[in-house]
């Protein structure tokens, strides 16, 4: 299948390098962005011959996070439509969390709202210094919502607590020291970083470190239909308020 908002790449060691491919809009997640990533997550699963999956983004960002022009079209949606695309997204990211394949984030640049949370379904994330992050959703009036079942799981509560509902923009260091990335590292040495994390699987059984992963994350928190659903509600809620109104027609000078 060809893909409009990625570009997918596998090498002859069976490591499938997925790029986010809208740079012009610092890869943004929309609804037909949301709805690759989903589609790909499935045949990527199936995929034998693919060891590990790199996710990273095209041009200088590596996600900004939710598409303004996405989410003013949601908040003005009819109710089914509102959660016919907050389930998609949730779907999307909880079918990147449980891949059966390691998943090295290689980010590339700015990470902002929803491109946290695209970190934090990485198995390792590797960013770059200089890079900005941000749970920035609060300044639309807006939540970190289908994100936050992954952000939590990352970063536990006390350190999400810190940045999870005040929209401070942060530097790759301390997303480092929040978990939201594994290490920060010079832009020159980004690939030689993702490198090092890629190597170890070539050596190991695929089957072992599929069933190694999944046990991992049955020992972490729980991220069920439930929370899935609870997190999709309080989108949905969050997109009805005068608050995201509001706050989506500043940005757009309405």
């Not at 940045?163 to 990335?181: H, K, Q």
């Not at 994350?217 to 069920?224: A, D, K, L, M, Q």
């Amino acid at each position: 299948m060809t893909f409009e908002t990625l570009n997918v790449e596998t090498d002859d060691r069976g490591v499938a390098t997925v790029a986010l491919n809208r740079p012009e809009k610092h890869n943004a997640l929309n609804g037909q962005l949301i709805g690759e990533l989903r589609t790909l997550a499935t045949q990527l699963n199936g995929r034998h011959d693919v060891r590990v999956v790199v996710l990273t983004g095209q041009g200088k960002s590596f996600c900004a996070g939710g598409d303004l022009n996405w989410m003013k079209a949601q908040i003005a949606a009819d109710d089914d439509t509102k959660r016919n695309e907050a389930t998609a997204l949730a779907q999307m990211l909880n079918a990147w969390n449980t891949l059966s394949k390691p998943v090295i984030g290689r980010i590339n640049g700015n990470a902002l709202g929803g491109g946290v949370g695209m970190s934090c379904i990485c198995d390792v994330s590797v960013g770059v210094i200089g890079a900005k992050f941000g749970l920035t959703e609060t300044k639309l009036g807006l939540i970190p919502a289908t994100i936050g079942p992954y952000v939590l799981a990352r970063m536990g509560e006390a350190m999400a607590r810190r940045v999870f509902m005040s929209s401070r923009v942060f530097g790759a260091e301390e997303a480092e020291t929040l978990g939201i990335l594994s290490k920060a590292v010079d832009v020159a040495d980004l690939d030689a970083a993702v490198e090092a994390e890629i190597k170890p699987y070539l050596s190991c059984k695929p089957g072992a470190v599929a069933s190694a992963k999944a046990l991992a994350r049955s020992f972490g928190p729980t991220i069920n239909d439930v929370t899935i659903n609870r997190s999709i509600d309080a989108l949905i809620d969050r997109w009805r308020t005068q608050e995201a109104i509001d706050g989506i027609a500043e940005f757009f000078g309405d």
